[in-house]
């Protein structure tokens, strides 16, 4: 076995100063030493930054693209990526900061300035840049991207801030507010998500599961959903060994370790998983360990009977239906692959193409054909709120709004409803979603079930040894009889939840 390895810690560092800038597209007719100089590599940061702000893009789909076209890569690509993301993740706090130290509140601020003020707070308060090259750079983008006449207020907001932070001044504003108000400010969630976790937390530990449920559990989830997450990855079965894959991630200079919580799961400590030969050709993909157990369950549960024909009912992206489809492979098992969205779909496609067990449909999930003699296994991997993925999506919890829970759990209990009526007597429906809101889980579950009368709840704890090393899941943690619900806070995942129902 190999042994677990301490993971380098990552010290961002000031990116060297690009002399020159690339010409961007436009009618852009000044001459090019009219336009202030700035780093090249914040500067593609805030046009990441702009597009997420402006566009509803997301990170994730922009930076690393961007910094591969830019040659961008090392260090600076590190710096790059935590000046993305780390903003992302403290923009309630940096918003509430810039309303301390400006005389225009933030609603009223261009677009642009808000953005290269929260980079620059990210630079000043968690990077561990030198004050004066924060402050000159954004001023300097700020003339390059926005206007001169902003750049005054950037250069005061950004100084007074620092001012704050020092003199205690800004702790001691966070202090004089409620303690919902500071947990909300300080750790840049919504009061309505932290509201959600607080009662998922409670709901968890009324179901039997043995986790904190108190304030200090759900501060320490907050801050989780703050910290850079490790890369996961998926050594995807009769395609590449664990073994080989870990090898693979060495030899690109990477520190890697085995999954707590998947047998063909690898935790590394960085790099570009695209650059890897095995990612490329599909045979191994990137996948939260969390999301991997899941796969695991919808294909191992024990089944009675027929366990042939599986659905996946809502596939996109494509790592759980890839896990699905390998280990039915090696059982003889056949996949339908299910995603209605025509993008999303093609990523199925590129997740499953070294698979020949696989079809990828396009449908409604909603209204999913009847098969002749049913499905043996459905996984129902139900859109959400997102709520569990916040520290890999973290402009998610800005989007996302309180209101459309009913939509969404509408959305999915029709979804439920539809893989009951497709799945043959006697076979196998698996719930699953990235989010522990209960209106979304447990509470949603538990009312299809009664309105049907055709489905029974299947115990968990049975097969957990079958999944996971014991040293690996304390006795217990995490995990109700009936439910499985991960915490990043706990599990080092993203919380997963996920229900087994047998079809009477």
């Given amino acids: 076995m190999r042994p677990d390895r301490p993971s380098k810690e990552y010290s961002p560092r000031k990116s060297p100063r690009g002399n020159q800038r690339k010409k961007r597209g436009g009618n852009r007719f000044e001459p090019e ?5 700035t780093d090249r590599v914040r500067t593609l940061v805030f046009q990441v930054l702009l597009a997420v702000e402006t566009k509803d893009s997301y990170a994730n789909l922009l930076l690393p693209p961007r910094l591969t076209r830019a040659h961008i890569a090392g260090r600076d690509a590190g710096f790059a990526t935590e000046l993305t993301y780390g903003t992302l993740r403290s923009q309630g ?20 300035v808000l953005v290269i003020l929260r980079m620059g707070l990210h630079q000043l308060l968690n990077m561990r840049v030198p004050t004066h090259a924060a402050v000159s750079e954004s001023v300097n983008l700020t003339k390059q991207e926005a206007n001169e006449g902003a750049a005054g207020l950037v250069n005061g907001v950004l100084r007074q801030a620092v001012r704050l932070a020092d003199s205690g001044e800004l702790e001691s504003r966070l202090d004089a507010l409620s303690a919902s108000r500071r947990l909300a400010i ?3 969630h919504p009061a309505w998500i932290i509201a959600a976790y607080r009662a998922a937390l ?18 320490a989830l907050l801050a989780e959903n703050n910290r850079a997450p490790y890369i996961n990855l998926v050594a995807r079965p009769g395609l590449v060994d664990r073994e080989e894959l870990a090898d ?34 599909a045979r191994a993909g990137v996948e939260d360990q969390g999301s991997q157990l899941v796969a695991a369950l919808a294909a191992t549960y024990p089944l009675e009977g027929s366990d042939q024909n599986w659905l996946d009912l809502c596939a996109g992206p494509g790592g759980k239906a890839a896990l699905m489809a390998a280990l039915g492979r090696q059982r003889g098992a056949q996949l339908v692959a299910n995603e209605i969205s025509p993008h999303r779909a093609k990523l199925v496609e590129d997740s499953v193409q070294a698979l020949d067990n696989v079809q990828v449909t396009q449908k409604d999930g909603t209204q999913f054909p009847l098969r002749e003699g049913g499905y043996d296994r459905v996984l129902v991997d139900a859109p959400c709120t997102g709520l569990g993925a916040l520290r890999r999506h973290p402009e998610s919890r800005y989007r996302a709004r309180n209101e459309t829970i009913p939509d969404i759990t509408d959305l999915q209990e029709r979804l439920l409803n539809r893989a009951l009526d497709v799945c043959r007597p006697g076979g196998l429906v698996i719930y699953a979603t990235c989010s522990p809101h209960p209106a979304e889980t447990t509470f949603l579950v538990e009312r299809v079930l009664k309105a049907r009368g055709d489905g029974q709840l299947q115990e968990l704890t049975p097969v957990w040894d079958q999944l996971i090393d014991a040293d690996a899941w304390p006795q217990g943690l995490g995990c109700a009889d009936k439910y499985l619900q991960l915490w990043p806070h706990i599990h080092a995942s993203d919380a997963m939840f996920a229900a087994v129902i047998s079809k009477n």
């Fill in 202 to 219: 409670s709901e968890h530990a009324k179901q039997g599961a043995q986790i904190p449920s108190d304030d200090d559990s759900l501060t």
């Fill in 186 to 188: 300080e750790y840049s």
């Fill in 33 to 37: 030493e009219w336009r202030p100089q």
């Fill in 93 to 112: 706090f940096y918003d509430w900061i810039i309303d301390e130290c400006s005389t225009r509140p933030v609603a009223a601020l261009e677009k642009e």
């Fill in 248 to 281: 693979a991630v060495e030899d690109m200079g990477q520190d890697v370790a085995y999954s707590t919580l998947s047998p063909w799961g690898l935790i590394v400590s960085g790099g570009d998983p695209a650059s890897l030969e095995e990612v490329r050709q």
